[in-house]
């Protein structure tokens, strides 16, 4: 495949990414620590849509935990790699991530104070609200930091490291005060989707896809980015809009990711790196790759999480943390590359 054409190589790695995800969902749903045979989980699956199970403990294995897990990976997955995407190019650099950015744990001191309120009457929704609030407020006081300077890309890496420090303190705050949740907050904050629900892969569903959206119509502005502010000013670009975009996709989409998940690591950084250098810069086509890539990147890790050791689960975030290090580490030593063209 590297001897073809760059356009027709980078189709069939989106093509076959796409197809990846689609084996891996359907490996997910059979195996666990309850082991249900493909025809037997098509049967169940269209009978208990059907609402005329004949195995209502398959159905119901299928249906209200394998498959909302699976939605769930899929969607969070996608919006880090896309999210990973946008901020590496805002930085123009590719160890740029939204953990970088101090925007995860942001997000992540809303999410444990949601947590701690939602015993206080609070609803459902005030979690992902909370997170998406503070991992906005994280952003845009790292992004005002980052323009009083003469070196956006640069103070906006030095201000997101010290808002993240900032915030990692306020939670562990927040730890020390938790009380009897502590054990569940921790376990959270390593990362995992075993608590996933349907409402919690419809919370998630739709801001991947609008992230997905908006990058496919912002790629265009972000091919021009790369150039150069000043270049990209004299091409018609906005920069300082294109930026404020791009901080906000970044921002919102990490943010409800973690409110749902927990802190996962590595999938935005891994993937988007990754695929660069196999595809190039276009973003038309790192976008729709992106997102393929990271929802496979977390599903097949989460699978294997809930499996090895069923049936008790190891959180996710460790299992992405041991494949995405020495995956980027390699290809660091293996291009010597560290900039955007």
Known sequence: ????????????????????????????????????????????????????????VTAQILLSVRLPRIVLAISVGAAMGLSGLAAQTLFRNPLASPYVMGISNGAAV????????????????????????????????????????????????????????????????????????????VFWLMGGLWQATWRDA?????????????????????NVALLGERSAHDL?????????????????????AVSLTGVIGFVGLVVPHVLRLLMGADHRRLVPASAAGGALLLLLPDTAARTAAAPAEVPVGIVTALLGAPIFLWQIQRRGRLALP
Do not use: K
């Not at 190589?9 to 666990?32: D, P």
């Not at 037997?40 to 005329?52: E, H, K, N, V, Y």
């Not at 809009?241 to 919102?252: D, G, M, N, P």
């Open 1 to 56: 495949m590297t001897d073809l054409p760059l356009p027709i190589r980078t189709r069939w790695l989106t093509t076959g990414l796409f197809v990846a995800v689609l084996l891996a969902a359907a490996g997910a749903l059979v195996v666990g620590s309850v082991h249900i045979s493909v025809v037997a989980a098509i049967r169940q699956m269209w009978l208990g849509l059907r609402g005329i199970p004949d195995d209502a």
């Open 202 to 222: 419809l919370i998630m569903t739709p801001v991947g896809i609008a992230s997905l959206l908006a990058l496919l119509l912002l790629a265009p502005s972000m």
């Open 236 to 256: 018609g670009v906005h920069i300082g809009r294109l930026q404020v975009l791009l901080l906000i996709v970044v921002a919102v989409t990490t943010s409800v």
């Open 110 to 185: 809303g999410a444990v104070i949601g947590m701690l309120l939602v015993g206080r009457n609070l609803g459902y929704a005030a979690i992902p609200l909370f997170s998406t609030a503070a991992g906005l407020m994280a952003a845009t006081g790292a992004f005002v930091l980052a323009r009083r300077s003469g070196q956006f890309a640069h103070s906006l890496l030095l201000a997101g490291i010290a808002i993240s420090a900032f915030c990692s303190a306020i939670t562990a705050a927040a730890l020390y005060l938790a009380g009897e949740r502590l054990g569940t907050l």
